[in-house]
């Protein structure tokens, strides 16, 4: 995961990060980030102003301050549908499951307020509920969605922060399952539970 992917939004204005060398650079108010000292600490510094050390902690939670943009997300994305999940054994024991990716399809990605919509460049259009979907991860720069009764959906967002894109994904679906009565998530992976 770059930088960027990380603190995707400025902590301070909120608005969109870019990425700046191996660091990040606020498109709004031109702060930069960039690895600090040891311990999780990033350095801060202004456009007119030296730097400052903060924990990586400290920064995440001020940026989620800014919450939910409440705007669709979209991205070009590469989706992969895997098939049923496969066991894995060990010594005539199953000691998990794999999902077995297929072939890499690509399209765009459009996360609403209650859906996201993943349309094939030449192929059709899938729709899932958000209040559906039995499981959400993300891995590496790929969201991860598990609609019921099919298999695991991985979508590789072209330029996008999928920290992003999971923090609001989450944030939907929490809201969605509170107004459903459904109770407080604890947990969305490997299933969402309440």
């Given at each position: ?5 990380l603190?995707?939004r400025?902590?301070?204005?909120g ?6 060398g191996?660091?990040a ?6 702060r ?5 000292g040891s311990?999780?600490r990033?350095l801060v510094s ?18 989620e301050?800014w ?7 979209k ?11 496969r066991p894995?054994c060990?010594?005539?024991?199953i000691?998990?499951f794999?999902?077995e ?10 996360l609403?307020?209650q859906d ?10 899938h729709?899932?509920r958000?209040?559906d ?10 969201i ?7 298999g695991l959906?991985s ?13 609001v994904l989450?944030?939907?679906?929490r ?14 992976q ?5």
């Amino acid at each position: 995961m770059g930088f960027v992917d990380l603190l995707y939004r400025c902590p301070f204005c909120g608005a969109d990060t870019v990425p700046d060398g191996e660091g990040a650079r606020c498109s709004g108010c031109e702060r930069a980030y960039a690895v600090g000292g040891s311990g999780g600490r990033v350095l801060v510094s202004g456009k007119d102003r030296g730097g400052t050390e903060l924990h990586v902690g400290t920064l995440i939670d001020r940026m989620e301050d800014w919450g939910d943009e409440g705007h669709a997300l979209k991205s070009s994305t590469v989706a992969r549908f895997s098939g049923k999940a496969r066991p894995v054994c060990y010594r005539n024991a199953i000691i998990g499951f794999f999902e077995e990716g297929g072939p890499r399809i690509t399209g765009n990605i459009r996360l609403g307020q209650q859906d996201i919509r993943f349309t094939e460049d030449a192929g059709p259009a899938h729709e899932w509920r958000l209040l559906d979907l039995t499981a959400v991860q993300a891995a590496s720069a790929a969201i991860q969605i598990l609609p019921p009764g099919e298999g695991l959906v991985s979508f590789q967002l072209v330029g996008e922060s999928s920290r992003r894109w999971e923090d609001v994904l989450k944030h939907r679906i929490r809201r969605l399952w509170q107004s459903a009565g459904r109770g407080e998530i604890r947990e969305f992976q490997p299933q969402i539970r309440a």
